[in-house]
């Protein structure tokens, strides 16, 4: 796995000073990247040399760095989390790139995600959603013994699949429609699977998907775009269920 | 001065916590609605204490960094939570939990603390299956357990390799539930930068706002730390980029005493360093311990070629591998503690066996269960960590095993606090990583989780009632107060200073020179000469830092280089106090190893009669020498013996 070194890139880099201006695309060079070294340590590079340069540094949302957090969520050359599959931007590495590339990097773009700054998006959206119903209303203490609710291993595994969403919004990025339809599925999916969850199903369907429509995330045509961007592998299986439990929702009102 | 009391309840072991909660005062429904309580940090012990503390009926008013309190840290937790339910009838138990953390943190922990961490593990577990935790399932529908090191029973749950994230996403969601429903006001991208004191008490922070640059004022009865650990001060480590140590030190020069700084956990098992670009390091879980075999070869020509690529793990002969942690530690085998693992690893590639270009790195090796389970079993156990691997560096782990090198973790030091997670600041408590209390020296894997959420769903929410039942005639705080006033003049004086330096390095440049410093001397191994010749290379970073640092981008604004150069200028300081109390500690204990202190067989020799105690420093000002205070640790339940893992 020996690293080799890349001479030159090009560096074509949204920069927007604030939410209200306007934004454009700069141009920057950088030089003698290994390929062992990850995209965000590439740009941490490009940053120090803008600083000593005395220019501001690219602004770019990142925490983590291994893939989980997240809060990276940059779209590279044209896909959601760049040109590797079931990763987070934090996870890509150099050896993706070669010699000689331009590489395009851009915020995530979604009526929903206003620009913050740069690269920096504000998913408050998000936030919002899940407060309207994406969770299991009980308090802290008085809750039965942890073996005494049994759970089919088959059950806990695919609420572990819906449950394993970062929350980074590659999916509404990549949509076409910036429909949040992945995200709001995998929250209703993975409590939807488990007894807990079951007793306010009907409720947390119901007010999750209207706080969806009313935050600005556009409608779902089934284009499985989604589901080929998410780092963590969410399945549009998951759209197919929630629809049927807001169906079923619906039809008892 | 300060006089320190750790408030244990007096009566038996078993009986202090509940005798201690029965004695503890309780705040009126009525008037919990009265009292404000700000919450920083949103990590596992922030957000499932700011959860409770609404659900009971307090206004919380929660703040993290990050865009969303979903991101906090303990998201990144991977293999698992300990309890003491023994599901697995293998004879586990409170007293078993508690013994194994009190030995494994190498009798440097309070034991009624521990106790109390042990006593309440079970009602964690309970409480994240009712949220909805996926935990991993037996075929008959009850909870699975694996096992991690330190310990001969099978005590941990997990969530495949993302149980941090489970559990945060469960307290999260609890959070959730009381954002909508009004009893937290949320304040993301925003960060802690002093702490209000109104005649002796904590009644408010000032924070900037991440987004505008602006300096905020918010009150309340009471001020809950939890911002985790301070790892970051060796600018490479397992934590995430933006963890800071900020609203602890800031704790810490209000008059809280800062305990055990020393006390720094180093992580065996973590992806070893790909060269001078890296920017952080990445952890493979420890339960990859439990069917992996750690080894480097046992001849030095193999180890050479190795290092020059000319060879690969695969070409060396089963009787040529060292497995050197089952040749020492016989009894625990692969599983020894992490102090113990991570200083094995350093000693053979210390000796020239490191099986990677830099001779940093030892194997881990999975053929071994591969053969005995099939490909499929151990997919199906660390997939995901797998993958992992496989996409930083290039390697397939199920074709050629794993290379593994000691990083920084954790910090098992922190704010000092007593028994009821006050600090020596009345009104203000620290839980989760950012106090000192549960861990020793050293801190057993999969703990942490357990102590967060303890400390924020059990132990905070009763014992603050104790302070807050006397303040229940307090009205709301005055943001408009003279200290506020203050406070946030010596903020925005703070931050312009640094703006203002106007010279010629970056923040970074700083760090991974702070951090060089602190890993070469304040590391894995320490001693008096280099302890002594880091507090003096720092001091003259320090000045560096203060003469030719350079922030560009505009002040009133969003400014990333501004965010981190407060975080810096905490961590300058924290590394000071670190190599200050390790040059105190002339034994070696836990994590903290100091060459002068070892048995004839290389491993760490306590020192009990000197230095059974916690060291709690206490600031005196820009400058000065903090003064040291010691609490001495008293052990009336368990018998101190050399901790042996063989």
């Known amino acids: 796995m020996a690293d080799k070194i890349l001479k030159e890139l090009t560096i074509k880099v949204w920069r927007q000073k604030n939410a209200k201006a306007q934004g454009k695309f700069e141009t920057y060079k950088i030089n003698d990247i290994s390929t062992g070294t990850s995209f965000l340590e590439m740009l941490d590079i490009l940053n120090e040399e803008l600083v000593n340069g005395g220019t501001e540094p690219i602004a770019f949302d990142h925490d983590c760095r291994e893939g989980i957090c997240g809060m990276c969520s940059l779209f590279i050359d044209g896909r959601a989390h760049g040109p590797d599959d079931d990763i987070t931007t934090c996870q890509l590495h150099m050896r993706k790139f070669e010699d000689g590339a331009t590489i395009t990097i851009e915020p995530w773009r979604a009526g929903a995600f206003p620009v913050i700054k740069d690269l920096i998006v504000d998913r408050t959206a998000f936030e919002k959603i899940l407060q309207s119903g994406g969770y299991i209303s009980v308090n802290t203490g008085g809750v039965p013994d942890g073996n005494a609710i049994l759970i089919s291993q088959d059950d806990a595994e695919e609420a572990m699949d819906a449950a394993a969403c970062i929350g980074c919004g590659a999916c509404v990025a990549t949509c076409k429609n910036s429909s949040a339809m992945l995200f709001v599925s995998a929250k209703v999916s993975h409590l939807a699977k488990l007894p807990q969850g079951r007793v306010e199903a009907a409720r947390r369907a119901k007010s999750m998907v209207a706080k969806m429509d009313e935050m600005g995330f556009g409608n779902c045509t089934n284009t499985g775009a989604c589901e080929v961007e998410c780092p963590k592998g969410i399945s549009i299986a998951n759209i197919a269920r929630l629809n049927r439990e807001f169906l079923t929702a619906k039809i008892k009102d | ?518 890993w070469e001397y304040v590391g894995m191994a320490r001693n008096e000469d280099g302890l002594k010749l880091a507090i003096k290379e720092i001091q003259k970073l320090r000045e560096d830092f203060y003469k030719d640092l350079r922030i560009t981008g505009d002040y009133n604004a969003m400014n990333i280089e501004l965010e981190k150069a407060g975080r810096v200028e905490d961590f300058i300081d924290l590394g000071e106090l670190m190599a200050r109390d390790a040059l105190d500690r002339k034994e070696s204990c836990g994590g903290h190893y100091r060459e002068e202190s070892t048995t004839e067989d290389g491993e760490a020799k306590r020192n009990d009669e000197n230095f059974a105690y916690v060291s709690a420093w206490e600031f005196q000002g820009e400058g000065k020498d903090p003064i040291l205070h010691k609490e001495e640790l008293v052990f009336e339940n368990v018998k101190l013996t050399q901790r042996s893992y063989k």
């Open chain 2, 1 to 518: 001065m300060t006089v320190l009391n750790s408030k244990i309840p007096a009566g038996p072991l078993a009986e202090k916590w509940s005798s201690h909660k029965a004695a503890i005062k309780v705040v009126s429904p009525a008037n919990k609605r009265k009292l404000d309580i700000i919450v920083v940090g949103t990590g596992l012990a922030g957000g499932s204490a700011a959860a409770s503390m609404a659900e009971m009926g307090y206004n919380v008013k929660a703040f993290c960094y990050q865009d969303s309190g979903r991101r906090a840290h303990s998201i990144a937790a991977q293999g698992g939570i300990n309890a003491a339910k023994n599901y697995q009838n293998d004879n586990d138990s409170v007293h078993r939990l508690f013994y194994d953390t009190i030995k494994g943190g190498d009798y440097r922990a309070r034991e009624a603390n521990v106790h109390r961490l042990a006593e309440v593990s079970g009602d964690i577990i309970d409480q994240c299956v009712a949220q909805g935790v996926p935990f991993a399932r037996e075929y008959g529908g009850t909870l699975s357990n694996r096992s991690f090191g330190g310990v001969l029973v099978s005590r941990t749950f997990y969530a495949r390799g993302q149980t941090g994230q489970q559990l945060l996403l469960g307290c999260y969601a609890s959070m959730n539930r009381m954002i909508g429903q009004g009893k937290i006001e949320m304040h993301e991208r925003n960060e802690l930068l002093d702490i209000v004191i109104i005649e002796g008490k904590a009644r408010g922070i000032i924070t900037r706002n991440l987004v505008t640059g602006e300096i905020e004022r918010h009150g309340a009865h009471a001020v809950v730390i939890a911002t985790g650990g301070y790892g970051n001060v060796f600018f490479l480590s397992t934590n995430a980029m933006g963890c800071n140590g900020g609203a602890a030190w800031q704790a810490y020069k209000n008059g809280a005493c800062f305990a055990n700084p020393c006390y720094v956990q180093i992580h065996p098992t973590c992806i070893p360093i790909h060269g001078e670009q890296q920017s952080k390091l990445t952890l493979m879980s420890e339960s990859l311990r439990n069917d992996g075999r750690v080894w480097t070869p046992k001849k030095k020509e193999d180890a050479v070629k190795l290092q020059k690529g000319q060879i690969t793990a695969n070409d060396i002969a089963e009787e040529d591998r060292d497995f050197y942690l089952e040749r020492r530690y016989p009894s625990y085998g692969n599983l020894v503690p992490r102090d113990v693992a991570s200083r094995a690893a350093k000693e053979r590639c210390d000796e020239g066996f490191g099986v990677n270009e830099t001779g940093k790195a030892v194997y881990l090796d999975f053929k071994y269960s591969i053969e005995r389970l099939g490909k499929d079993v151990i997919e199906a156990r660390y997939g995901n960590l797998f993958q992992m691997y496989e996409k930083i560096t290039d390697q397939n782990p199920y074709e050629l095993p794993m290379q593994i090198y000691p990083a920084i973790h954790y910090t098992m030091g922190g704010v000092w606090v007593d028994y009821n997670l006050m600090t020596n600041i009345p009104g203000l408590y620290a839980i989760g990583e950012a106090n000192f209390s549960d861990h020793g020296a050293n801190r057993l894997g999969a703990s942490a989780l357990m102590q967060g959420l303890a400390d924020g769903y059990f132990v905070l929410p009763y014992t603050i009632g104790d302070y807050l039942a006397d303040e229940i005639q307090v009205p709301r705080i005055d943001v408009n107060h003279q200290e506020f006033v203050k406070k946030e003049k010596a903020v925005t004086d703070r931050m312009t200073r640094l703006y203002n330096i106007k010279g010629s390095k970056s923040v970074d440049s700083f760090h991974k020179r702070l951090g060089n410093i602190m």
